[in-house]
């Protein structure tokens, strides 16, 4: 081809980058890998084969780690920890800017090897994901560095278990360890077995900057090795990248364990592009959401919602722009879209596409290649909401469309998918963007814009796309725990028996509060309530499924609550206070009867507190502006969890509801309070002053009866968002199991008492919020 023909056609010649230096360094360690544990290598093992997606080549053979691996893995971690969170975050600063430097110096060696072991193009494992994989270890020195005068009173977890992906394996590596290891965590990850090449290099490089034996430790092989982590009893924590499925699977797996647990799962992310937008800018920016990678990331644009008036248009201007799309050798940097990573996952991107029997399909017209596992670019047109393409992660180079009028349209379309993870918005009027932001169901929303990451901006989702945050200030909470005094064991908490008669003359009617109002239970039965003398208090009704399912239509039927200023909500937690604080001794004297106790005075003082603290920071819990490096600015927004379901602690009646209840409404939430089982009556007097307070119907929903009847039907209802368990009798294990249908939030005692005399209330804000960047690119 000549100058001349190349201006002519303005094709793209071949451009390949040389694989040699990444080849000759696997020659160098023999082809073959063992585990890298306490600071060296094990011995090797062929256990299986480490594959080039781009013409199905041997790059190297690598071990699958035993049960005996997994514990030397372990004991290593386990024996580093205390030394490593003891060096200080100077200490550890040093060590992870030294990797950082070291990334660096290596970049081309990483990315020619990311690119041969995943099959990604060369300019994106160049231009994204080594650099992406720099600047985390660069930012969580800066972290570990300021952990000890920004981050008072938190200290490390201990050890943790890590398991990443084959999409992103540098990156995801970067994201796991560079934050536990500056919070003083070590850890031990587990590479995805098609792409575990770069983690062993940098293993290597751990070496080379002089980390402490045992801090990092690397094991490979399949999903048993995983699940040998998952459940291994010497790790304080599970961090997890990869599928929806899998992470319900570890879920079920930990629970009751007192892991701490994060999942970042799939999704099914939308790309709204309103009739107002910049149609070529979003139609690269569609390019960089759906191609790039292949389309195996977790967040693509995955979901096209155009605006009607412009679909036409839109979809003409995209297939002529598919067809321009380069398929082939992605170690040549003029291809667009590389290899799929492997055999089985190429058929199920073909299986799911042949089996969809609606709409348009195209695919783009370009030349593919006759080795290797690639898949043309695909659009699917004109599908149904509920079409399984339009509600299933995909994984690959497919994506589908569908049309919407209005913005309220384009919201309810986002938002009719199980996932939460990612979402992108197009319109040149700034209004409508920002306006559209707040209402999706997403973890990140990037606004005319797409895949844009930065260690400074936390990463994650909710719904199905799982629970934590990785990077950013928000994302270290996953790997610190509060430093203080041991927690004593849970005690089960009883009430009184008796046989003696009511002490009131006329008989005071206990019913479950729901919506609003006084509601009987469904099942017509009530216990009865004694004090230490024996004589009866009065009867608390026993709620059952039905009157949990009315509370859950009720709370949903509550959304404008959320949507009310902090400022607004701060005046009536307020009014909650003054009310509850006009009937102080009536409480007094309540909660002394049942509990047979003195100290009730004391208790409805600090539950009166308690609303005033929440009341404080019920305008002041906000986010923040993250300095990412664009020219623009990301939006860190705290947001309503949305409906909780919590089991309140027995020892408290009265604080210990309150200390519940009132951060979750302060931030927005709705809430079902299970009442104190053996002492329910300060809960049913309680919603008296809810009736008074301008509470409105559904936000705050009071149930009565046994814990144990409830927490199951709690943690797999749909609808409900998160469960929190302060119950005497331990049902930790239960919730947490059942919450994995839905991935739904948990927050559990793990059978561990809590001083409700303490103040918890910035725990709770945390608890009861989700944490929503939003990307905001400004200028020409």
């Not at 959401?289 to 979809?315: K, P, T, Y």
């Not at 307020?574 to 208790?603: C, D, P, Q, V």
């Amino acid at each position: 081809m000549t100058v001349k023909d190349i201006f002519q056609s303005m094709d793209y010649g071949p451009a390949p980058e040389s694989a040699g230096d990444a080849l000759a360094w696997v020659v160098d360690q023999g082809a073959r890998f063992g585990h890298f544990i306490n600071g060296d290598w094990t011995k090797p093992k062929d256990d299986f084969p480490s594959l080039n997606p781009a013409n199905g080549e041997t790059l190297a053979r690598l071990s699958q780690a035993t049960a005996e691996d997994v514990d030397a893995a372990v004991s290593a971690a386990r024996k580093a920890q205390r030394k490593w969170a003891g060096l200080g975050g100077h200490g550890r600063a040093r060590h992870l800017y030294a990797i950082a430097r070291l990334l660096q110096k290596h970049a081309r060696l990483f990315a020619v090897l990311e690119t041969l072991d995943n099959g990604k193009p060369i300019r994106e494992s160049r231009d994204i994901d080594v650099p992406l994989a720099q600047r985390h270890f660069y930012y969580h020195a800066g972290m570990a560095e300021l952990m000890e005068s920004e981050l008072p009173g938190r200290e490390a977890l201990g050890v943790c278990g890590q398991i990443i992906p084959w999409n992103f394996p540098l990156l995801m590596l970067a994201w796991k360890i560079a934050p536990a290891l500056a919070m003083g965590n070590t850890v031990i990850l587990k590479p995805a077995e098609q792409t575990s090449l770069t983690a062993l290099l940098f293993a290597d490089i751990c070496q080379q900057a002089g980390l402490p034996a045992g801090v990092a430790n690397i094991v490979t092989g399949d999903g048993v090795v995983g699940e040998r982590i998952v459940t291994h009893d010497g790790i304080d924590k599970i961090a997890f990248t990869g599928s929806t499925e899998v992470g319900r699977k570890i879920r079920a797996a930990t629970a009751g364990s007192g892991k701490a647990l994060t999942l970042e799962l799939g999704g099914k992310s939308p790309f709204i592009v309103f009739d107002d937008a910049d149609i070529d800018s979003a139609i690269e920016g569609l390019v960089d959401a759906i191609w790039f990678n292949q389309g195996e990331v977790c967040c693509a644009g995955s979901r096209l919602l155009v605006q009607e008036g412009i679909a036409d248009r839109f979809h003409r201007k995209l297939k002529a722009r598919m067809d321009r799309l380069r398929l082939g050798n992605p170690l040549d940097k003029c291809i667009d879209v590389g290899a799929v990573i492997d055999a089985t996952q190429l058929a199920k991107v073909t299986e799911l596409v042949a089996g969809c029997s609606e709409g348009e399909t195209y695919r783009a017209e370009v030349e593919m290649p006759v080795e290797g596992h690639f898949y043309p670019p695909t659009l699917i047109t004109g599908l149904s909401p509920s079409s399984p393409l339009m509600q299933e992660e995909i994984f690959g180079p497919v994506l589908v469309s569908a049309t919407f009028r209005t913005p309220a349209e384009a919201v309810a379309l986002a938002n009719n998918t199980r996932y939460g993870l990612a979402a992108s918005v197009w319109s040149e009027n700034i209004n409508l963007a920002l306006g559209v932001a707040p209402q999706l169901a997403a973890g990140v929303v990037w606004i005319n814009g797409s895949n844009m990451f930065d260690a400074a901006a936390g990463f994650g989702g909710v719904r199905e796309s799982g629970y934590g945050r990785e990077g950013g200030w928000e994302g270290l909470s996953a790997y610190t725990r509060p430093i203080g005094k041991t927690t004593k064991p849970l005690a089960p908490v009883e009430g009184f028996k008796g046989k003696g008669a009511s002490e009131d003359a006329l008989d005071r009617t206990a019913k479950l509060y729901i919506g609003g109002k006084q509601a009987r239970p469904d099942g017509g039965y009530s216990r009865a309530v004694y004090g230490r003398n024996g004589n009866l208090l009065g009867q608390a009704p026993l709620a059952n499924r039905k009157d949990l399912r009315n509370a859950v239509e009720a709370a949903r039927g509550a959304k404008a609550w959320s949507g009310m200023s902090g400022h607004q909500r701060a005046q009536v937690l307020y009014y909650i206070a003054e009310n509850l604080s006009a009937r102080e001794s009536e409480f007094a004297h309540r909660i002394n009867a049942m509990t047979g106790g003195r100290s009730g005075g004391k208790e409805v003082e600090t539950a009166i507190r308690r609303l005033f603290t929440a009341a404080a920071w019920a305008d002041k819990y906000d986010g923040q502006v993250h300095g990412v490096p664009i020219r623009g600015v990301a939006l860190a927004q705290k947001e309503p969890t949305g409906v909780i379901a919590a089991l309140c602690p027995d020892e408290a009646p009265l604080l210990g509801l309150v200390s519940v209840m009132a951060p979750a409404i302060a931030m927005g939430n709705r809430i079902i309070l299970a009442a104190s089982e053996p002492f329910p009556l300060a809960a049913t007097d309680f919603y008296q002053v809810l009736e008074t307070s301008d509470v409105p119907g559904g936000v705050v929903n009071i149930l009565t009866g046994a814990h144990k009847d409830l927490a199951t039907p709690m943690a797999g209802h749909l609808d409900i968002d998160a469960v929190w368990s302060f119950s005497s009798c331990d049902l930790s294990a239960e919730i947490e199991r059942e919450s994995a249908g839905n991935l739904k939030r948990t927050w559990v005692n793990n059978a561990k008492a809590r001083d409700w005399s303490e103040d918890h209330t910035r725990a709770f804000l945390e608890a009861a919020t989700e944490v929503k960047n939003i990307w905001i690119p400004y200028g020409e």
